[in-house]
């Protein structure tokens, strides 16, 4: 069982940048894979970004070269560091993790953070 607690949402120019952070109970954190997925008004959730337990890295096409997505498993913390924000990329962010093989579905992810509003204003 893994708990995760999304912090540092905000409210932010276009241009600017945030660092979300996603703090995970449990033991057997470095084990998970993470992801980070975003859900806009009216529109579905969608992937972000995602590190796998061996610390591979992915990114939608839309955020490549703007977002990177870390970890830190001895403080059980992962990080999306946003830069270059846009105003479509204002939504409710999520964490979430899952075992096994890294996805960018949001359908096999099994925990879910209560999610972090970001806006970024034109």
């Known amino acids: 069982q893994v708990q995760l607690v999304e912090s540092g949402g905000g409210l932010v120019q276009a241009g600017g940048s945030l660092r979300l952070s996603c703090a995970a109970s449990?033991?057997?954190?470095?084990?998970?894979?993470m992801g980070w997925f975003r859900q806009a008004p009216g529109k579905e959730r969608e992937f972000v970004t995602a590190?796998?337990?061996?610390?591979?890295?992915y990114y939608a096409d839309s955020v490549k070269g703007r977002f990177t997505i870390s970890r830190d498993n001895a403080k059980n913390m992962v990080y999306l560091q946003m830069n270059s924000l846009k105003p479509e990329d204002t939504a409710v962010y999520y964490c979430a993790a899952k075992h096994s093989v890294v996805t960018t579905s949001r359908y096999e992810y099994d925990y879910w953070g209560q999610g972090t509003q970001v806006t970024v204003s034109s």
């Open positions: 590190i796998s337990w061996s610390d591979s890295t």
């Open positions: 449990g033991r057997t954190f470095s084990r998970y894979n």
